[in-house]
């Protein structure tokens, strides 16, 4: 949604109290936001205005282009008791105008929320159209095919990157489209650019706050028909594998109906009622199984006799290694769990795509985390992020891993990231730090090798890989070798995983650092309005004639010892 102004605001001000020309803004944050807009009286304090605001936005979606009003808590005592006084600043495009930190006359500027809060000792709240019951901006008409720009972005001559830019666009800007297509350059997993109306131009869909196609037509050429050796993949993607068995790690899934060329096929593990899977044409042996395509026959393709990776062992001494256990386990998994070196839980998942629920801990992690004991170590939680939906931001998936923890608090924490992850590196960061921000732990990253490409993950700690065992390429210390593990005492399949150092060492090389305690209240003068002093505590004649003593007694064993 785009926003148009209604009050320019005039970042450095004349403002008057009481009939008077302020000349020490200090503590004056909301005349100084009320001046800058030229609106009347908008509350008592910064909080009250933000009461007073009828339309309340507690997110980070704060509109591009435009002066914003921001809100934030600040609680202290400034000679009104101890309350909630608020602070209030200007957001525009990553720019925060707010009244100054010292004794001056000119606004102080920052480039983030997160600065405010430490500055102010302060914590954000959310921004709004008003200034308490004065609207200063409001979300402007546009047309249905019109998107508007979420940051700075590029028009091209194709629907890819390889081109220099065709032309600049500002974000909050508005560019009416006339078209998409489908078969662009993948931006963030999205291969939708958009047809500009005006020149015919292709503009990535994840340059925009809407990324979604309705309303307009699809202006994706009409495809070749596939090669005979060729093959499409299905909507979802095909996962290309390195042995034709859905235990072998996924190398990569393919693009939305991309073609895959083929040089044979072979039979393999049976999936969906077949055993044959598809050869890739390629430097190294791939397969992929034929319920991957829109055309599963192995028509025109020759049949390649594979030897068939040998089975696994049966029964596993669990002592030796570490297992990973969720509610999809039967609840007599419990009994097994202090045979193992280690046990790793799940804590939970919210994604809707696997069927999740928000704020749901899974319902068994803290009856297998009491019979695991002291052979607990670790939770992982399966993310799922969503732009739109501030129900599934990072900072929210954090505060239900968090939650989880609490509950049973584990050595060690992990975030699982599978291949059909939706997420970019700087959600996962935001997670991470998120957590260890509350927990003092550090989320450690499973990943195999399609999300480390996606990503482009420099190093894992636990690493996926059933067609090896103990493998250890990628900087990890933890080696997913199997899922179909059996162990005496439990009759379904379990995932083992092996470590290059060590239940201990992990434990201590990864262990909880300690975490700050923050101030309850302001201890710096900066924090305070003007007009306040941070009070001092008097002393008593009983505590100034102690002090006098002890000077005294001080002074004549200094003097008696310069004597000798």
């Known amino acids: 949604m785009s926003y148009r102004q209604l009050k320019e605001p005039n970042y450095d001000p004349v403002i008057y109290q009481g009939g008077q020309i302020l000349t020490n803004w200090l503590g004056y944050c909301l005349a100084y936001v009320q001046s800058a807009y030229n609106v009347g009286w908008a509350g008592a304090t910064a909080f009250d205005a933000w009461a007073r605001t009828p339309s309340k936005h507690t997110d980070y979606n704060i509109p591009a282009g435009v002066a914003v009003p921001i809100y934030f808590n600040h609680w202290g005592d400034y000679g009104y008791g101890y309350q909630n006084y608020g602070h209030i600043a200007i957001y525009k495009d990553g720019k925060i105008y707010s009244s100054p930190l010292s004794r001056k006359y000119t606004a102080d500027v920052f480039w983030s929320i997160q600065e405010v809060e430490q500055k102010y000792n302060s914590k954000y709240i959310g921004w709004s159209e008003y200034v308490g019951p004065h ?221 999740g629920l928000a704020n749901e801990i899974d319902p068994k992690m803290e009856k297998f985390a009491k019979a695991a004991g002291d052979k607990l170590l670790g939770l992982y939680w399966l993310p799922y992020f969503d732009k739109e939906d501030p129900n599934y931001s990072p900072e929210k998936e954090a505060e239900r891993f968090i939650a989880a923890d609490k509950l049973v608090d584990a050595p060690l924490l992990f975030v699982d990231l599978e291949p059909s992850l939706d997420g970019t590196i700087e959600q996962l960061m935001t997670f991470k730090n998120a957590v260890y921000k509350a927990t003092g732990k550090a989320v450690l990253t499973y990943a195999g090798n399609s999300i480390i490409q996606k990503l482009g993950l420099k ?104 004597d000798k």
């Open 135 to 355: 609207a200063v901006l409001e979300a402007a008409q546009q047309s249905r095919t019109a998107r508007v720009a979420a940051v700075k972005c590029y028009a091209r001559n194709t629907p890819d990157t390889s081109q220099g830019p065709f032309q600049d666009i500002d974000a909050g800007a508005s560019v009416e489209m006339k078209g998409f297509v489908t078969n662009g350059q993948a931006i963030n997993g999205n291969t939708t650019w958009f047809v500009t109306a005006l020149s015919g131009k292709y503009m990535s869909a994840e340059c925009f706050t809407d990324k979604d196609v309705h309303d307009l037509p699809n202006l994706t050429p009409a495809a070749a028909p596939p090669a005979p050796t060729q093959r499409k993949a299905v909507a979802e993607g095909a996962n290309i594998r390195r042995v034709p068995s859905t235990t072998s790690e996924v190398s990569r899934i393919t693009a939305p109906g991309e073609l895959v060329d083929m040089q044979g096929w072979t039979t393999g593990e049976e999936v969906n009622g077949s055993n044959r899977w598809f050869i890739l044409k390629s430097d190294e042996k791939l397969y992929s199984h034929t319920s991957a395509y829109e055309n599963t026959s192995v028509e025109g393709l020759e049949e390649v006799k594979t030897e068939q990776p040998k089975e696994q062992e049966k029964i596993f001494d669990p002592g030796q290694f570490i297992v990973d256990v969720s509610s999809f386990q039967d609840d007599s998994v419990a009994n097994i769990l202090p045979k193992f070196a280690g046990v790793i839980l799940r804590a939970g998942h919210v994604g809707p795509s696997h069927g």
């Open 459 to 562: 190093q894992v700690d636990w690493y996926p890989n059933y067609s090896a065992y103990k493998s250890y390429d990628h900087g990890n210390a933890l080696h997913q070798f199997t899922d179909k593990a059996r162990i005496d005492g439990y009759s379904g399949n379990l995932d083992l995983s092996t470590t290059n150092i060590g239940v201990d060492e992990l434990k201590k090389k990864f262990a909880k650092k300690p975490l700050p305690e923050a101030p309850a209240k302001p201890e710096n003068p900066k924090d305070l309005p003007e007009n306040k002093t941070v009070p001092t505590k008097e002393l008593t004649v009983l505590e100034m004639i102690k002090i006098f003593f002890v000077r005294l007694i001080a002074a004549i064993i200094k003097k008696l010892k310069g």
